[in-house]
């Protein structure tokens, strides 16, 4: 059975900083990796999708690598902004269908 | 842009009522799913569904759950008896194809069952 572990829980950092969310799950046998952003009461808005192939992304300011071997992701954002601030979710699908979420780690880069 | 859509925003049902929850996936997209996030917990998996069949159910998704296409555009979830534990946000989603693409997720509907 997957599991899906995301750390830290949570994370404030002032802006501008660099950060880095980590995202590890235990079954390396997977099709792909999508990040998501929840902002509080709201649905799931999608960041990257890396492919089981691809080892990362890049949107923006967003940037995600997938080491599959070692069932872990990270998801890297430069130069945080206020806005950033909302729950990052890390989803795995290892078969054709589902995806298994981690809890998310919930920034807040303050002003 | 495509988006999923899903209507009710909110509903409030008495236990043991039947709710219908509405989603209009992205119109080119032939895989459909709902998950639901119990308030401060994972999202968890539900159903898929795919030419009009599920595709795979997770032990959550028990004879009170069903799903159906009732026509070319909208994509439904039944709970035929709520209990006070269905309480919970559920979202549809869709992808153009099962496995490598994208899901893109609606808004969610915030279920309360008292």
């Known amino acids: 059975k997957q599991e899906v572990t995301q750390i830290p829980a949570a994370l404030s950092v002032p802006e501008g900083e660099n950060l880095v969310l980590n995202c590890s799950f235990t079954?390396?046998?997977?099709?792909?990796l999508q990040w998501f952003r929840q902002d509080p009461g709201k649905g799931l808005t999608s960041l990257l999708l890396i492919q089981s192939s691809q080892r990362e992304q890049t949107s923006g300011r967003l940037n995600a690598s997938l080491d599959k071997s070692s069932g872990r992701s990270t998801l890297y954002i430069a130069a945080s902004q206020p806005g950033d601030s909302a729950t990052y979710l890390c989803?795995?699908?290892?078969?054709?269908?589902?995806?298994?979420f981690g809890d998310g780690t919930t920034l807040t880069v303050k002003p | 842009e495509p988006e999923v859509t899903q209507t009710p925003s909110h509903q409030v049902t008495q236990m043991g009522q039947e709710v219908i929850l509405r989603c209009v996936p992205i119109s080119n997209h032939l895989y459909f799913y709902w998950y639901r996030q119990i308030l401060g917990q994972k999202v968890e998996f539900l159903v898929s569904?795919?030419?009009?069949?599920?595709?795979?159910k997770s032990e959550i998704f028990d004879d009170q759950f069903s799903v159906e296409r009732p026509d070319g555009s909208n994509f439904t979830l039944k709970i035929r008896s709520t209990k006070l534990e269905d309480s919970a946000m559920y979202f549809c989603a869709s992808s153009e194809w099962m496995g490598g693409e994208t899901q893109y997720f609606g808004p969610g509907t915030r279920l309360l069952v008292l």
């Open positions: 989803a795995v699908r290892a078969n054709a269908g589902k995806s298994t």
């Open positions: 079954d390396s046998a997977i099709y792909n």
């Open positions: 569904f795919y030419n009009n069949e599920i595709s795979e």
